[in-house]
Structure formats: structure tokens, C-alpha cells
């Protein structure tokens, strides 16, 4: 079964605008692979829309992982498997949501987020430039798998190496 990090829960509707990288902090309890990337997209989004989802590390911004891209669904769950990227530390992770326009929900107002102002279709810019924004827990979870003989490494590439993972 994978580990799962970030909220799984949907709330109020928040609007994401055009050409903006979006995302809330989460923590990565453990060293793992990241699998995928769930967004929930508000009922009233119309769907339709290109969107692509990815990680980056909060200690230093760096791009850690990215999907493919995906389209949103009005009022459901939409899962993106990664593509690129998905060694993971257990550290603190920005969940980014990067669109064309669309609507998803607000869950909470007790966590962090930030944007960066980027043209939708670039390269996933790395580090990240993120402006911190607000309070705002976007409906943004991460699966990641955990390789067998990664507890006792000492360092996370070198866990997943022993692992046959990387």
C-alpha cells in the first residue's frame, strides 16, 4: 500500500488563475518514490482544462518531481501519475498545481502556500520562485511507494539505490 502525504480533503471554492505555479506545504514522513499527484477540481470548474502537477523541496526550492499533463473534471478527484523525478526525503514538500485556468477548492486556512507567476507550457522552472501567498491548504496529495531496505540506509539516494529502486 502506498504512503500518502498532503490533504485529501475538499473544501470551499478557490479560484487558480492562468499561468501560475500553485501549491501548499506538506510533509513527507519518510523516504520513498512519489507515484502520483491528486487534485480536486471544485464542481463549478467547468472542466476541460490543461493542468500538470509537481513537488518541489521547501528547504532549498529545488524541482523534486512533475507529472504529465492532465485534464481537470468539474467536481472530482483527478490523479496524475509522475513522469519525471520522485526521490523524496522526509522533508517538507510544495504539492504545485500548474493550469491553464481552472477552479479548485480550499480546504482549510491553518497551512502554507505560495505561487510563482510562471507562462503555462514552460519547462518546470527549478528552483522555484515561489512569493509566499497566504494560509490557503489546497486539496493536493502525493502517493510514493517505499522501497524495501530504505529504513536502515543512511541517506535517501543512497536507500533508494540499495533498493534497486534509482
Known amino acids: 500500500m502506498p504512503g ?9 471554492l478557490f479560484n487558480l488563475s492562468k499561468d ?4 501548499s506545504l506538506y510533509t513527507c514522513p519518510e523516504v520513498g518514490v512519489a507515484e502520483s499527484i491528486s487534485v480536486f477540481f471544485h464542481a463549478t470548474a467547468g472542466g476541460g482544462k490543461n493542468f500538470k502537477a509537481g513537488l518541489y523541496k521547501k528547504s532549498d526550492k529545488s524541482w523534486v518531481a512533475n507529472t504529465g499533463v492532465g485534464v481537470s473534471v468539474a467536481g472530482t478527484w483527478v490523479t496524475l501519475d509522475i513522469t519525471d523525478g520522485g526521490v523524496l526525503e522526509a522533508t517538507d514538500y510544495f504539492i504545485v498545481v500548474w493550469l491553464e485556468e481552472a477552479e479548485v477548492t480550499c480546504d482549510t486556512y491553518d497551512g502554507t502556500s505560495a505561487y510563482d507567476s510562471e507562462v503555462y507550457g514552460n519547462p518546470w522552472p527549478n528552483p522555484w520562485d515561489e512569493t509566499a501567498w497566504g494560509t490557503n491548504e489546497f486539496p493536493f496529495y502525493c502517493t510514493y511507494s517505499v522501497p524495501s ?9 543512497a536507500a533508494l539505490i540499495g533498493a534497486g529502486v534509482v
Do not use: E, K, R, W
Open 149 to 157: 531496505g530504505a529504513a536502515p540506509m543512511s541517506s535517501p539516494a
Open 20 to 23: 501560475y505555479c500553485m501549491g
Open 4 to 12: 500518502i502525504f498532503g490533504n485529501q480533503a475538499t473544501g470551499d
